[in-house]
């Protein structure tokens, strides 16, 4: 840290970066950058401008005999299975064993049985039937053992029992690469007792635009943290290189994702692109993966994002001549799920350009089978050298063989197979219980905390009593989302932390969601923030919370005008303008994603019995803190640099101060202003519109988590797959009673007078079968029928239909100020998926104009 409390290099950074080449004239080894394009249609790339490294480990001569000693045995069809990966949602082990692919891995929704709270038991006995597959040699083939992958981004989160250590965004501000080394070796025993031995861990991302919804997967936007991290977390999962431990019978291979620059794209937009000068690619995006490769790592995953227009799943500058030629990389480069289809002249079951580009592993989840097809054809038919074919092969085997994978027995017979007690074992929860309190960051006290826990303690908020909640996204599911209380038996809530503490010390604790209290408390505690939410979902327009919507401002005001102190606990993903929050509450603090140990908030909240401070506040902010709701990009450095509080700020009990009251002007102006076009797309509704549910004349119920389960007994309101994961919403009526699903803002919409080119709304949607009796469509309230249109509908195929706004107003629709729409309702059966409701021109497929 500065003397000013800044983690060290965060005030280097931006003026670094303006240095560019004028510093590499001080660096030795750096000739006269000479830009170098090596396939057509390439971003030039210029290796003289990254340093030259070689790989950590000296290659081993041993290994490398047998690497070549396999490939003389192997035939086409085994060197192409060894570089295709698939889900283990589609596959079984005897497609392993007839397809010899180099990896299964388990996405974020897959599961053993396609259970999502699988037992721990499960797990292993699957990797135990899939590693078996592997290495039958019965009909013939070297036999060579598969490598399982998975998620454990903090801690083994697939698995139920299982320690949840905060996110990479709290363990950023914890400023601790000793703390997140001892996180990374607990994750690797516990990942070891299920026998999936591969994760897709570190993100070494610099997160640049916090409207990203990876952000909390990222340690920090200085560059120079996310370096120290990525050193410590490799090593802790993989070990020391050159020590007796590394790669050991307590380790896990490693990757470090997503290369390069998922975290500086345009306007914080998943899978986008990432539009800087070469240097800033490498001194702020490439921090965390050059500190990585220099650790050990054995994988790279390549990003969804692209540099400057070209994809990095087909980068061939990026991924071969910078990567594994300047940067010494001799592991081997995994795609992300699907992400060679994204390439230019590429689809998800065919994509030569991206093996040729670089990447050695297909991750082709429910591809697989047709990109091993296409694959094996196109080394026949020269597309892909076989060359390249070796090289990815040759990759692969190393990082198998440096891990022991041959010598292996069944992953049940490995050690710590089957010892599911480390699962959220005491040790491991105390080590998650510390991470969280060294994460909490106090941006404001007014001399309420700490909190005297002899008296009475009124805890509120939806996110009190939370796992989900306080865990986020990637946990149990890839969203983290249509979990239970159930799926977390070695877990306390924050409410529980709490409760726990006061009782303890004689005091009394009442929880109470809505604050509606049985007996008047001393004082209050208000958990609140955002719902889970992973990758693409998590996008935001802007980082106002709650600007249209402020349910929990309203709250914590209604407290304090009862004359009650209130303490806001936060918990989000990233940094968010909550000025008007912050204001409200005597004391506010920014806790983050922090897992399954709740009871570290309690251990920093709360005095002790004798009234003395038990652990005071360390964290300090890892982002900086945005001024309004659309300043954003913000990074220290910047020239324009006002943040509300900055990076590394962060009071404590020991350096108490003063919060000045916060300007409440959510800045939102700023946006560019006119009617809204997109109303829910990619697994997002607009800004300030939700989707809802209910029955009959009900008013129903905004689901905060799908599938919606209870909140409308006629229908279910889930997620399913369209153009990418979870990015579309299923509604299942069940039939007998009337159920209603639809869009609803809190502030109306002006869809009167609009342009031919917006005048109607245009949905795509995918009809299961035909409706089984009426259907209306409302629009402002106002119902048409569409039965028979539906009825028109290919069964199970996507299309797009159009609903004229011209005959809701012919209906009597009030247009000119709409809060609901899209509002689907019928008594029968059906099955309607939804990916995109819109304002545009009329489609093919056009709703007539016949009223009731």
Known sequence: ?????????????????????????????????????????????????????????????????????????????????????????????????????????????????????????????????????????????????????????????NVVGATLFPHNIGLGAANDAELVRRIAEATAVELRATGFEWTFAPTV???????????????????????????????????????????????????????????????????????????????????????????????????????????????????????????????????????????????????????????????????????????????????????????AVRRILRVKLRFGLFEAPLPS?????????????????????????????????????????????????????????????????????????????????????????????????????????????????????????AEFIGDVPHLGYQVSRPTDLALIR????????????FLSGRPMWVNREINAADAFVAAWLPGSEGGGVADVLLADAKGEVRHDFAGRLPFSWPRHAMQTPLNAGQVDYHPQFPLGFGLSYASPAATPPLSEEAGLERLEQGAVDVFFARGNTADGWQWWVGDGEQRGAAPATLPSRDLAKALELSAVDHLAQEDARRIRWKGGARGRAWLESEQSVDLASLPEERNTLVATLRLAAPPQGPVTLSVGGTPLRIDALLATLPAREWVEVGFPLSCFAEAGAPLGAVRQLFGIDTEGQMELSVSKVALGAPPARVLECITE
């Open 558 to 569: 209604r407290l304090k005008a009862e004359g009650i102190p209130v303490v806001g606990v």
């Open 1 to 157: 840290m500065d003397p000013k409390g800044r983690p060290e290099g965060s005030v280097r950074a931006g003026r670094d970066l303006t240095l560019g080449l004028a510093l590499l004239a001080c660096v030795g080894g750096f000739a006269t950058p000479v830009p170098v394009t090596a396939m057509p249609g390439d971003v030039a790339v210029t290796p003289e401008l990254w340093p030259r490294l070689e790989s950590p480990m000296a290659r081993d001569p041993v290994i490398e005999q047998r690497v070549d000693s396999l490939l003389a045995k192997m035939s086409l069809e085994d060197k192409v299975g060894q570089v295709v990966q698939g889900d283990l949602d589609s596959l079984t082990p005897e497609d392993l064993r007839k397809y010899r692919l180099g990896s299964v891995l388990a996405g974020g929704n897959s599961d053993p049985g396609k259970r999502y709270n699988a037992p721990a038991a499960d797990w292993l006995k699957l990797a135990d039937a899939l590693h078996e597959a592997s290495v039958d040699t019965s009909a013939g083939g070297p036999g060579i053992p598969v490598l399982l992958g998975i998620d454990a981004v903090h801690g083994h989160n």
């Open 413 to 533: 017979a490995r050690k710590h197979g089957g010892d599911f007690e480390v699962l959220g074992s005491p040790g491991h929860r105390a080590l998650a219980r510390e991470a969280v309190r060294r994460s909490l960051v106090l941006l404001k006290n007014e001399g309420v905390l700490p909190l005297d826990p002899r008296k009475r303690l009124l805890v509120a908020g939806d996110g009190a009593d939370d796992i989900a909640r306080q865990s986020g996204g990637w946990t149990l599911t890839w969203q983290g989302t249509g979990t239970t209380r159930a799926d977390f038996p070695r877990a306390q809530t924050i409410w529980e932390g709490l409760r726990e503490a006061v009782e303890a010390s004689g005091g009394q604790a009442e929880l109470a969601a809505d604050g509606r209290y049985a007996t008047r408390p001393d004082a209050a505690v208000v958990v609140f923030g955002e719902a889970p939410y």
């Open 205 to 391: 991302t610099t997160p640049r635009d916090d409207r990203w919804g990876r952000t909390y997967e990222g340690y920090s936007e200085d560059p120079a943290l996310v370096a120290r991290y990525a050193t410590a977390v490799v090593e802790g999962l993989q070990g020391p290189v050159g020590s007796k431990g590394f790669l050991g019978a307590d380790r896990v291979v490693s990757t470090a994702k997503h290369y390069i620059g998922d975290g500086g794209t345009f306007e914080g937009r998943d899978k986008g692109d990432t539009r800087v000068t070469e240097v800033e690619l490498r001194d702020v995006h490439g921090a965390g993966h050059i500190a990585a490769l220099k650790a050990g790592v054995q994988s790279i995953m390549a990003s969804f994002s692209s540099w400057n227009g070209l994809k990095m799943h087909g980068h061939h500058g990026l991924l071969t001549v910078i990567l594994k030629e300047r940067l010494g990389f001799d592991g081997f480069v995994v795609g992300d799920w699907n992400g060679h289809g994204e390439v230019e002249g590429c689809t998800d079951k065919s994509c030569p350009q991206a093996f040729n580009a670089g990447v050695d592993m297909y991750m082709a989840p429910d591809t697989w089978r047709e990109v091993y097809t296409n694959t094996l054809a196109q080394v026949r038919d020269g597309t892909i050298p076989m060359a390249r074919l070796d090289d």
